[in-house]
């Protein structure tokens, strides 16, 4: 029984999460008159409930006719009129809406996988650091030297990024790091090239200070640097390794060609690396950094290779920036935990680090792989895939005279919340409707539900 | 052997600083000759160190002359010539200061009290929220909604505050939020009231957006309010409960004043409320924002009270900037650990949070009786001792004709870390030097021990 598969929020009692969840598979016919459920024992474990809330959940069913018990045979589903069934397949009207489907299947992109981290060791350590007699006082205003050590050994071994401490500042999040920098940048580089599509959360952090945007376009196959001649800003902001969102890589031809720039202008390059750990294909591809590092600002987070919730990213400066950002910013205290802090120093200093990233990359691998193959499986050539070599998303292109509010809406009404592109999107419009499906967070099982429950959603 | 005091720091062996730290107290005769050393057993217990390691201190204090040993009887201080003696009492120059005294005490006042935070409760608590769903995800923008109801709720009870969630932001620190506001006031206010003395990190957060700042003079005796009726500011940053760093409280005719000018200019008063759980000698004097919410917007922190690694603030909006404050911020993610929000909720929903308030009320109103007999004690009628009724810190006046800088310095070289208040002054400079000494985290042993060596070092 495949469909079984609960995602309980904290918000209504679990019986009552269970009973909908039925009650949805009951009504549009994914669970079959006549067939039996799973026992009450068999449903307890697999959800790890206690079997009083699977009992509560089936009582109310049976109480509304959806099922009935057949004494120790165990539970079956009614013949339900022609009407209740349809009901689920007819176009959501406005009234239906307001009583919403609950989500069984989340592709949301922001979130890591819950199984496979290491609660244990994390916990283990962030105990001991707790007692710490450094935790009971102010941090660093830059960070804690012994996380940045750690951050510059890693970006040397995987991205082949040469710094050292005092050129890495750790923040919050990338959109905190940007709105440093641009106070930084601002007086003497008024305007900014964004990618677009691209990170709206970066288009914010400029907004924030005024800077004008100017736009490079890109398409799958890549942008096109030589546009970047006749546009009048000093510094880009890029996401190299992974474009955000649509998933492609800069050449190494196209990364010298930017680092040229960049110097032939004197300006900067924002390089925002944002989850490059995660590349499937082949090894990832070196950072802008690791080419020539006098011109670049480098990016990078916790936040998609371990967890958003501890808010901990890093930028490492240019030699030309270093000492002018920390003029500018010694007056104010660190934003960042310095509990998280020493903790994830600790845990990169023991291999922990390394050892979750390889970890991840190969389950993150094994769910990408069964989302593409169910998607072509189950869309063939209704659908183009964009963005299957790395990262925790990819994005789909659907070939329907639909609207991306109405693909949305639709798999909201099956109970899958899918997610919209168009906020990336400037000027460089796409005349098909493009969803982002990220699958972090969800189990196999979950995936190929999801999959299918879109697939009905959509036709 | 009260002496015995270490304060460990984390960047040379232990063994090293215990031996360093008995040279000192030889060499300034603390310990004087003849005198037996605690046995390696006691020493050890009490230090929690290995037997191993103070026997390696003792054995390099015998290597170098300092002490001898005497077979079962244990260790003895020999004796030193008068030079080495006369060594520590000398005023120091360049080349001595170089060889940095090792800190014995350190009178900061960025830190908590360590030995009564409620670790268990805490970490337990902390270990719990980890494995929830929402840890996985990104956060709520503006913080989550769990910790905005308990901290709604507290204000209510503690410091009469009638607000909701809805009005208050969760950020990571004071100069966070001051910067988010300044955003926020900059277009329709460029200048800004700050007090003088008052904090030098809200005067840096508002010079960030390059506010023109007028200054108010504040004295022992409190602020003269008619002047703010000659200036040409709308905003005004004020610290009512307990003024940084003078600490003296507003009375309720002068809170009355300023709601009553503010009102009249269609202003705001940033209420700054950064330390109001700790006031000993009556109730906490209500907030500012308790008598008239329409426009003062409230500043409140748990740096002070709890934990200042944890990196939480928060901060109440009037109503009249809400939904701007939320218009302007809401595409940023918030810069606060999610998993220490959640902790916090909790702690505050199961009564932690006003037992840990209460618990260190006393313990610190403890520590401040303690730290001001003992000044008094000591330096009679040569100092002034200012804002001893609430707070984490005194100040001290020091009617001798010495500069600020000669009074650290001479601390220092006893090995007591003081802090300067210059800082804090723009125009209303005072003619005698005021020192800061902090207290929370200083065991009451620990504060006898520094105003002794205070004592020496400025006599």
């Known amino acids: 029984m495949k469909n079984t598969i609960f995602a309980f929020n904290s918000d209504s009692p679990k019986y009552k999460q269970i009973y909908e969840q039925f009650k949805l598979f009951i009504e549009r016919g994914d669970i079959p008159p006549g067939e039996q459920l799973p026992s009450i024992r068999m449903l307890a474990d697999s959800?790890?409930?206690?079997?009083?809330?699977?009992?509560?959940?089936?009582d109310q069913l049976v109480a509304e006719g959806y099922i009935h018990g057949e004494g120790r045979k165990g539970y079956f589903v009614n013949e339900l009129e022609a009407l209740l069934v349809q009901k689920a397949f007819i176009s959501p009207n406005k009234e239906e809406k307001e009583?919403?489907?609950?989500?069984?299947?989340?592709?949301?992109?922001?979130?890591v996988d819950q199984t496979h981290f290491p609660v244990k060791v994390w916990r283990k350590i962030s105990n001991q650091v707790l007692t710490l007699q450094e935790n009971f006082q102010y941090g660093e205003p830059f960070g804690e030297t012994c996380l940045r050590e750690q951050i510059a050994t890693y970006l040397l071994q995987s991205r082949g990024v040469k710094t050292e401490a005092n050129a890495i500042i750790i923040g919050s999040s990338t959109q905190q790091m940007l709105i440093h920098l641009g106070h930084l940048l601002k007086d003497n580089f008024p305007s900014i090239i964004v990618e677009d599509p691209g990170y709206d959360g970066a288009r914010e952090a400029f907004q924030f200070h005024r800077f004008s945007l100017e736009t490079l376009p890109v398409y799958e196959s890549g942008a096109d640097f030589s546009l970047l001649?006749?546009?009048?800003?000093?510094?880009?902001?890029v996401t190299p390794s992974?474009?955000?969102?649509?998933?492609?890589?800069?050449?190494i031809q196209q990364r010298q060609t930017l680092i040229r720039w960049a110097t032939?202008?004197?300006?900067?390059?924002?390089e925002d690396d944002y989850d490059s750990e995660f590349r499937y294909t082949q090894q990832p591809f070196p950072a802008l950094a690791s080419i020539d590092s006098t011109r670049v600002i480098y990016l990078g987070n916790f936040s998609k290779s371990f967890l958003p919730g501890i808010r901990l990213s890093y930028m490492v400066l240019p030699p030309s920036l270093i000492n002018h950002y920390k003029d500018q910013f010694l007056p104010f205290e660190s934003t960042t935990s310095l509990l998280h802090q020493l903790t994830m120093a600790k845990f990169m200093e023991v291999g922990e680090w390394s050892r979750h990233i390889k970890r991840m990359r190969l389950v993150y691998k094994r769910k990408m792989q069964h989302l593409v193959s169910l998607l072509k499986e189950q869309f063939e050539q209704r659908i183009t895939i964009i963005g299957e070599q790395s990262g925790l998303y990819v994005l789909v292109k659907v070939h329907q005279k639909r609207?991306?509010?109405?693909?949305?809406?639709?798999?909201?009404?099956?109970?899958?919340?899918?997610?919209?592109t168009s906020l990336y999107f400037i000027k460089n419009k796409t005349s098909e409707p493009i969803i982002k499906l990220g699958f972090s967070n969800l189990s196999c099982d979950e995936i190929q539900l999801g999959v299918e429950l879109l697939k009905k959603s959509w036709s």
Do not use: C
Request: no cysteine; net charge positive; charged share 20%.
């Open 264 to 270: 032939k202008r004197k300006g900067y390059i924002i």
């Open 47 to 58: 959800l790890q409930v206690s079997r009083n809330t699977t009992l509560m959940a089936y």
């Open 242 to 251: 992974h474009q955000s969102p649509i998933g492609v890589s800069m050449t």
């Open 229 to 237: 001649e006749q546009m009048k800003s000093q510094v880009i902001y």
């Open 99 to 111: 009583s919403e489907t609950p989500v069984l299947i989340d592709f949301r992109a922001g979130a």
């Open 403 to 420: 609207s991306e509010e109405w693909l949305i809406e639709r798999a909201s009404f099956y109970g899958v919340k899918v997610y919209p």
